[in-house]
């Protein structure tokens, strides 16, 4: 039996074809409705309603139940969450680990705390898919991707850092700032898996650029890239572009952010996750 993948709908992978792969959802709430990213949900209506929406908005992490029923009965098991930092996805992901090996301890089931979302957890899974499909061992499937982490990053571009903020993401004052007309907050996903801020470029142009800056400064050269966008498929095509104009060799997909991150990255947001070496 091959290794399943399961991933938190945060890494915005609802489906993937190339493995044996589930997606555990997370929730956006709001006082009236509940929506769950999964792949029933019409995000583009989600969206609408948010806009409309007046008071409390959050969200909320698979539990417990949620990941034993996608870590399944049996077969062994590799889990990728969203950082643990922002979320209980991990913590909950442990626990369900710790339960179905006590229950089975013949079973390996791992979790990797992604330190990131979106995107980077994306290139994770689509790299543990080719070790699984290259038959390597377990460890050594868990071993490579973890390696493989350390060598991809996130950087988000965003217009609004409102729903961030309301929910103690950001820091309010930082995110005052992104209000203003045409800014930009360009930020990266931490070593220790928070958001931390870079730059606040005016325009899209000034943001392409500044997205390419970090690209480059933390050692990009050609390789892997995905872009999630939150209705942006201009802003994510545009950037495609600039990047393979500097990178010919660059391998980029660009796909829709799902409801978890399309409610933190908002309109217009901009997620890439891509790899330090070429793979
Ligand atoms: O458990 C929950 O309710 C989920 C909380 C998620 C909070 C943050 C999600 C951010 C998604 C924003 C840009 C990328 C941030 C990178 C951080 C490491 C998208």
């Not at 583009?44 to 007046?54: C, F, N, P, Q, T």
């Not at 979302?117 to 460890?139: C, R, Y």
């Amino acid at each position: 039996m091959a290794i399943k993948i399961v991933s938190d709908s945060s890494s915005n992978l609802l489906s993937f074809a190339a493995a044996s792969y589930s997606a555990v959802p997370l929730k956006v709430i709001t006082k009236e409705k509940e929506y769950s990213d999964d792949a029933a949900l019409d995000v583009e209506g989600m969206i609408a309603d948010l806009r409309k929406v007046h008071g409390r908005t959050g969200t909320s992490c698979p539990n417990v139940f949620e990941w034993r029923e996608a870590m399944g009965d049996d077969g062994d098991v590799i889990a990728i969450t969203i950082t643990s930092n922002l979320s209980g996805s991990y913590a909950a992901a442990m626990q369900a680990k710790k339960e179905l090996e006590q229950e089975s301890p013949d079973r390996h089931i791992a979790v990797i705390d992604s330190l990131s979302t979106g995107p980077e957890m994306q290139l994770v899974i689509e790299h543990l898919a080719e070790l699984i499909a290259a038959d390597k061992p377990f460890s050594e499937v868990e071993r490579e991707a973890r390696a493989y982490l350390a060598h991809t990053h996130l950087i988000f571009c965003l217009q609004s850092l409102e729903n961030l903020a309301r929910n103690g993401r950001v820091n309010l004052l930082v995110a005052k700032i992104a209000g203003a007309l045409g800014i930009r907050i360009v930020g990266i996903a931490s070593a220790e898996g928070t958001l931390e801020l870079l730059h606040k470029p005016r325009g899209a142009v000034r943001a392409r650029e500044s997205i390419l800056s970090v690209m480059r400064k933390q050692g990009y050269q050609g390789g892997r890239v995905r872009i999630a966008h939150c209705l942006n498929e201009a802003g994510a095509t545009a950037l495609a572009e600039a990047i393979r104009k500097e990178f010919p060799t660059a391998q980029i997909e660009i796909l829709k952010t799902t409801a978890l991150c399309s409610f933190y990255a908002e309109e217009g947001g901009l997620m890439i996750g891509y790899e330090d070496i070429v793979s």
